[in-house]
């Protein structure tokens, strides 16, 4: 069973950067996309950024122009970076890896990581 490991939470100031981690502990095979989520406490989970197999993204409305998502296959990595970060920002940000079991898309999700955007 592949693992994601999650990396590079914590508190910021508003209009600050963080640069988020999620390594793969196995390798994981027929993979679709590799995304992040968040979700703040009361809140539902929100989708935030994809890559998909082909290097193509896609964003949250939100976060264009603020947040970039980028892969190290080599490393088995996926990474989210934060700019101009805002107090709405603030969640547990997770990394999840779509892949294909049985002809069906199935997720690998991470353990989590807290971002908290306060002065």
């Known amino acids: 069973q592949a693992q994601l490991v999650e990396s590079g939470g914590g508190l910021v100031q508003p209009g600050g950067s963080l640069r988020l981690s999620c390594a793969a502990s196995?390798?994981?095979?027929?993979?679709?996309?590799r995304a992040w989520y968040r979700q703040a406490p009361g809140k539902a989970r929100e989708y935030i950024a994809r890559?998909?197999?082909?290097?193509?993204?896609n964003y949250k409305d939100s976060v264009k122009g603020r947040f970039t998502i980028s892969r190290d296959d080599a490393n088995n990595t996926v990474y989210l970076q934060m700019n101009n970060l805002k107090p709405e920002d603030t969640a547990r940000y997770y990394c999840t890896v779509a892949y294909i079991i049985s002809g069906s898309p199935r997720d690998y999700w991470g353990q989590g990581t807290q971002v908290t955007v306060s002065s």
């Open positions: 196995g390798s994981i095979s027929n993979i679709l996309a």
């Open positions: 890559i998909s197999r082909d290097g193509s993204t």
